[in-house]
């Protein structure tokens, strides 16, 4: 599904003249499969949130090459991309990201809306969603009117409205309580489970990637470890992960 | 996105910030009301100038005088033919003339003789578009209905000095008994027609003047040619003592009645001023000698050309100056929705609905200042035509002449300028919808970590 081949990155910064290089990535070779949740962790600054934007098109790779769905993505034109993004990827960020002059229903809808789909269809869809993630009674709250649990969760319904194939999150709970955070995961492995989106996951919390099938450690710049992530958990005392796959199997009737 | 969309958004946006938008619109329909106002100036001035001061008739109006020796060899006369052939042609809004009748038939009105100078028919419902004036009555509409000319109740004396005034209206709606003079077995007789004064010309512009012509329509030449039996009701010249069978033979000499009528004094009428030239040109071609008053009047409509481009100019600075306070307005509405932009660009909105929204959104601040621009400009002409009479009068004691109008907004000049406003706010929103486009994806979704 998402496939880096030699990808490195580095940014200039300073004014002209007297630019410095930085180094962010280095040699980054990533494949991602189809219906797999994968977490990206690592130090602050070890760059994730980087790796995560050359994903999303936010950022060129100064070299190498980008793969999704096996289009080389590297090349397209600003345009290209937006089209690109608006077909193929959802995207949950640590703060929300919610557009705070529109109500939760307006977040939700504004996908659909740039896809040019209208009337009542529209309205069917964007409904349908919010009574699945528990939100439809916030529907005309403003995102100041809401707290951030519930925030993420209109922002979980703006990226799944499409139903794209791709949820891109960078720390999508970094701004959550136990509770919340909680919540969100259940809500990523079900649909991870019952629709089969992939996600990349970018996190420094252990619980979160305790639910990935695969777990990359990104240390300055480079990939460290590539892991499935329950094998490492088998051997691990905490059992992290069988913790969280029962907790999510539960999910549901606790909520 | 669907338009419709684009327009919520942009509704939206401008309730973010009424203040600003509405001396954004403000100052856009002042620009806007400069720039109509002052041009209208121009076109007023040109208005009442040259088509009341010269007349809008003799503006429009083409005289034909003959056709081309070179192209007809054999008769240069205007017959019926040309007369078709002339309001065929495009633009035209009619073809008037004047046909003498061959006697004058010694009319005579409550037994009192009417003493013009001659009879003309006419095509009343061709003078009638063309805008004959009356000074009473109206135009005929039924047979037997004729009208006068406003001098018709003068005469003059030797030295060509007109007697006093004495009013024609007076005879309006009465019976005129006209008696058609005409051979039978070389004898003169004379058979009454009567018919009905429907109306009055009126007064001549020039002092020196006079109208003291009786107009008949076609019907009533009809009828007096089928007494004569000759053209035009025309009578030979009977020498004194002459046999009944030389006045035959003087009669048969005569064109007949009905035939082909040959036409004087035929003008061709345009529908506008504008027209006048694209029809002389085609007569030209068509082989008839004409002159119109347009061609001298050149000289005049280029200057008022050259003024009301100048006008128009000045009125667009006005709204170039407004349209700084677009490109302000914009451009502020674009940093502070910076986030808002970001956060649609990084779900996957296209740059070009973006740029879309920015400039649909200066396009609505142009229209709507364009539209209230306009009302309040045809409320300025107005007052400035109501107003400006009276105060010129009570202050500098000059007599502004009646329908003189100073300002004057043609359609053309409204859809001119909200094309002008429409097209500079346009533009001054352009840079700002572009720099909405280049927003950077990372640098406005870090704004609030
Ligand atoms: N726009 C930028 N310009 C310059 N340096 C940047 C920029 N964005 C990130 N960096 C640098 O790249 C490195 C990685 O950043 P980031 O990918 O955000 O790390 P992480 O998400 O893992 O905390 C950091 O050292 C950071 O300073
Ligand atoms: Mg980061």
Redesign the pocket.
Known sequence: MIELANVSHQ?I?GKKGKERV?P?LHDIDLKVAKGEIVAIV?R????????LNLMSGYIRPSAGEIKIGGRDVTKLSEGEWADFRLANYGFIFQSFQLIGSMTAYENVELPLVLKGITGAERKQRVMRLMEQIGIAEYGGHYPSELSGGQQQRVSVARSLILEPPIVLADEPSGSLDSENEKTLLTMIQQLNHEMGITFVI?THDEQVASIAHRAIR?QDGKLVHQSDYRQVAAHDEQHRSVAGVDYIRQGGERE | MKLGDQFRFVRQNMKKNKTRLFMTVLATAMGCAFLIVLASVGFGLQQSIVDNIVGDRLVTGIDIYSKDPSKFKEDTNLYDADIKDLQAIPNVKAVTYRNFIGQWMEPTIDGEPVTGDRTFQVDFQAEERAGFSLSAGRMPQKNNEVILGYNIRQQRDDQGVPSEYKDASEWLNKTIVLNVGYYENGVLKKKPIEAVVAGISAKPTKEWKMDQALYVGVDLLGQVESITGTQRGELPYVEEGSTPEQIEELLKQLPAPGGDRNYIEVQVIAGHANDVKGISEVLREKGYFNHSIADELKQVNLMFLIMKIGLIFVGTIAVIIASIGIFNTMTMAVTERAQDIGIMKAIGAHPSVIRKIFLLESALIGIMGAVIGTIVSYGISFAVNAGLPVLIQTFMEEKVPDGFLFSVIPPYLTALACAIALGVAMLSGYRPALRATRIDV?RALRRDV
């Open positions: 940014f910064i930085v962010v690592g602050s600054g070890s760059g994730k949130s980087t790796l970018i990104l | 990372l």
